[in-house]
């Protein structure tokens, strides 16, 4: 970011809203966040919501929650408002449109009338010849007559970019330096869609163009794909913005993170009692962004030290590790830190709120005979380890082998379900039937997994309770410990 442009500097982040906020949108917000602070820049918030197949309906106010809690306020956004809206783009699709329009015009895209099945037979083709998948140009052959004799007939189609055939594009990542791609290796990437909506590709480059975004600071994933967005901004004859390509968050093993081995989710953090302060400061180590001497003094930091001390580009690429044993001490150490007043107060507004106990306590009091026993009927709501042994979740006539796989499936299920007690017990049951198993078996294996015990209040509304976040972490826990503990028998 050179010195002329800083006062200038627009960014954005821009998540999907289909599940739970992510860590990594956290990690990209506080990185743009932090350049937008620094420099009396603007930092745009853009609700990305074009893939109705994926959208969930409650994401979005998900993420404006879990983006408050850590700090992280825009200047620009859906529920704020501002100059360049609207910020939902689902709600600029005849931007798109109009776009897309222009390039069909300039003849730097092509309608394309393939069919699903015809793209599924060339891409098997490819794969049984060990070629990249990738979409062969059929329709960029098509005459002006064959297009009208296929609008004619109302044939669906969609919108194709037209890469050119040779050459290359070159890019400059402010991280890596210049980064080339050959044509080649570029696809002829959908821009619109069959039902009208943009695909990342052009709503992107569209939207970063009109909302002014000098700095695109995203995740390295995206670098495949940037050849692409140059493309159309040439396509279009715009100016190129800066790229910043921030290195992938990874597991211990160096992996990407993922569900699969480490909660992902926002909520999830909320919920179990991380603090904000202890997350942002986690997530501010990432990468090398503070200066060593800071860092290796005491490794805690404040979100105005950042905004004082940290320089997006000391970013390292190698990818920087997210370690739950680190974040797990980290957090340690402010709670610890926290006055006796502030630590109740932490406590009363997570684990012990007024919200959270009342919902508890509606589905226990007519299981109780003395107060006392609240904490007996409700324990797995607050513990963070609930491991049951084998004679507590082992149904009879079942082997480990088929439980432990059932358990998996159960956990699949509820991942793809909406989280009301009215969706997951069909669900549930579906899957349970499908797969031979009774809802006894069934709903008993769920029940000892998530409270370690074969007894607890009733079961799919203790779930909503406890959240989704939380239920599928203590499935992944119970599935994983399981794995080691068949290692350790072999």
Not at 62 to 68: D, S
Not at 252 to 276: H, M, T
Not at 436 to 459: D, H, Q
Request: charged share 25%.
């Amino acid at each position: 970011m050179t010195a002329d442009t800083e006062q200038n500097i627009r960014v954005r982040i821009a998540p999907s809203p289909t599940g739970d906020p992510h860590v990594g949108t956290a990690y990209i917000g506080l990185i743009n966040f932090l350049c937008a602070r620094q420099r009396n820049g603007k930092f745009v918030l853009r609700i990305e919501d074009t893939d109705r197949t994926r959208f969930v309906s409650t994401s979005e106010q998900m993420i404006f929650e879990a983006l408050r809690w850590l700090g992280l306020s825009w200047d620009e956004g859906p529920d704020v408002g501002g100059p360049y809206g609207p910020y939902r783009q689902s709600e600029r699709t005849e931007i798109y449109r109009e776009h897309a329009d222009l390039l069909l015009a300039s003849g730097s895209a092509y309608r394309c009338f393939c069919t699903p099945e015809e793209l599924e037979a060339v891409r098997r083709q490819q794969m049984a010849a060990r070629l990249p998948a990738r979409y062969p140009g059929t329709c960029r052959r098509l005459s002006v007559s064959e297009v009208e004799a296929n609008l004619s007939a109302a044939r669906p189609f969609v919108i194709r970019m037209k890469v050119p055939g040779s050459g290359s594009t070159t890019f400059r990542d402010e991280l890596r330096g210049a980064i080339t791609f050959e044509h080649t290796n570029v696809d002829d990437q959908v821009l619109i869609k069959s039902d009208g909506f943009p695909t990342y590709h052009l709503a992107n480059v569209v939207d970063d163009y009109l909302m002014r975004i000098t700095d695109v600071i995203r995740a390295e994933e995206w670098i495949s794909s940037t050849p692409k967005h140059v493309l159309l901004y040439q396509a279009f004859g715009w100016p190129v913005p800066r790229f910043w390509h921030m290195p992938l968050l990874r597991n211990v093993d160096k992996s990407k993170i993922s569900k699969r081995k480490n909660p992902v989710s926002l909520v999830y953090y909320r919920q179990a009692g991380y603090l904000p302060e202890a997350m942002l400061n986690f997530l501010g180590l990432m990468g090398g962004g503070m200066p060593a001497d800071i860092n290796n003094a005491t490794e805690k930091f404040t979100l105005e030290d950042m905004m004082q001390h940290f320089d997006i580009r000391n970013i390292r690429p190698a990818g920087p590790v997210f370690d739950l044993t680190k974040l797990r001490w980290l957090n340690g150490e402010y709670l610890r830190a926290l006055s006796p007043q502030a630590f109740y107060g932490a406590l009363r507004s997570t684990i012990l709120s007024d919200h959270y106990l009342s919902r508890i306590a509606g589905l226990v009091q007519t299981r109780m005979e003395t107060l006392g026993q609240f904490g007996d009927l409700t324990n797995f709501f607050f513990a963070e380890n609930v491991l049951p042994p084998p004679e507590v979740f082992l149904p009879k006539k079942r082997s480990i082998e088929e439980t432990l796989a059932f358990a998996a499936e159960q956990l699949a299920t509820l991942e793809a379900t909406e989280w009301t007690a009215e969706a997951l017990e069909p669900a549930l049951k579906q899957m349970g039937d499908a797969k031979g198993w009774s809802v006894k078996e069934n709903f008993m294996l769920l029940r000892a997994i998530l409270t370690g015990s074969t007894m607890s209040p009733p079961l799919l509304e203790s779930m909503v309770i406890f959240g989704k976040a939380r239920t599928l972490d203590r499935l992944r826990r119970f599935l994983d410990a399981q794995k080691k503990t068949a290692g350790h028998r072999k």
